[in-house]
């Protein structure tokens, strides 16, 4: 069992950067593969960005290649979203999910927890 908060999201002009956290509470925080998620308004949620147990993968969906950077501190039981050089597109809301076990890094299902999402809005 894992709860998991984000925090960070808000308002900015395209071009400016945001920080999302992710707090994690609960047992073997370090066991578990952590993954970004978004939802924007009339569209699905889909994939953003995954990072392994260990840290040592990371996964990014195309659209954000480059521009967002995934991390985690396993003693401070948290994963961390920079997101840089924001486009309008990058609106949406911003999701922290855990998994422990599976064999996707991108499939929403393969995910057992979930944060209530924070907002992210990117003007032109």
């Known amino acids: 069992q894992v709860q998991l908060v984000e925090s960070g999201g808000g308002l900015v002009q395209a071009g400016g950067s945001l920080r999302l956290s992710c707090a994690a509470s609960g047992r073997t925080f370090s066991s578990y593969a952590m993954g970004w998620f978004r939802q924007a308004p009339g569209k699905e949620r889909e994939f953003v960005a995954g990072?392994?147990?260990?840290?040592?993968?990371?996964y990014y969906a195309d659209s954000v290649e480059g521009r967002f950077t995934i991390s985690r501190d396993n003693a401070k039981n948290t994963v961390y979203l920079q997101m840089n050089s924001l486009k309008p597109e990058d609106t949406a809301v911003y999701y922290c999910?855990?998994?422990?076990?599976?064999?996707?890094?991108?499939?929403?299902?393969?995910?057992?927890?979930w944060g209530q999402g924070t907002q992210v809005t990117v003007s032109s």
């Open positions: 999910a855990a998994r422990n076990g599976g064999r996707s890094h991108s499939l929403i299902n393969e995910y057992n927890y």
């Open positions: 990072i392994s147990w260990s840290g040592f993968s990371t």
